[in-house]
């Protein structure tokens, strides 16, 4: 019997042993499967429409109530995370807090911020998609803004309020965080501060989803959407596409993976089409530091 139990309690301690080591490899489970697609190596182009689904209310009418309704209908992709793109560009962010609040209460995956042009105003974006955090906490700061009522959004989330309040914070910044900030760069200030914009996220641990937003930034640079008139490039179309590259220096640079509205490479001195395959322009767009296309074949 004392053989048995010297087994046992041998048996133990290699266990209590081996254990925090095998936790300590462990990643949380994810939820996000955007977030969770994201994060698989080896790093490979991924399609952003696959990844999540893109509500828009910067352009049509900022409609919270349909919104809900939409979430609610049942016709939306089960299993994908609903990101919503809200009006307020970065500037006006301050005084329009309440649209993150109200996109996320009712049970968005994220918020996609247009028109974000300094490192203030992209920890604005943060700050306003958190909670406050407890005192004491590794990541308390920077202090969130969002008001506490997560009934809504834990419901549509299929979870109850303590697991929706353990994920509802930014990815990269808590462990366990499942909500996704998209950072628009489409003008020529946000491009100038991309690094760092870029580098004040990665100095508060938050991973965001950088988007080249590159249909108001052909029209900053150029005046004409895309750069093209007829299909031929304007002259300023080889500074636009070095704005393109400098996006994409700033996302590979700082580990931020980068979104892209066409794989297409152009020339940064003329800007024309570099006339190659569609593969070949996925790889050289994801060795410019790209890892999400609208598709993979045009």
Known sequence: MKRYLRIGLAGVCMALLAGPAVHAQQKPARTNTMIAALEQTPIKPLVSDDLYYFYDMEHPPFNVAGFGDALDSGKLPKGKPVITRITAYGWELEKNLWQVKQ???SGANGVIFPRIE???QA????????YPQRPGSKDY?????RGWLPTIAAKRWGVDGDTYMEKADIWGMDPSGELIAILLIESKPGVERVRDILKAMKDINAKVVVWAGTGDLSMDYCGVGNCEIKGKPTPEAGIFEQGVRKILA???EFGMPVQMNSAVVHDPQTGARVEQGMAAHIKQRMEQGARMFPNLTK
């Open 250 to 252: 700033a996302g590979k």
């Open 123 to 130: 920890v604005a974006a943060i700050r306003a998609m958190r």
């Open 118 to 120: 300094t490192p203030e």
């Open 141 to 145: 700061e920077p202090t969130g803004l």
């Open 103 to 105: 996109v996320l209460d």
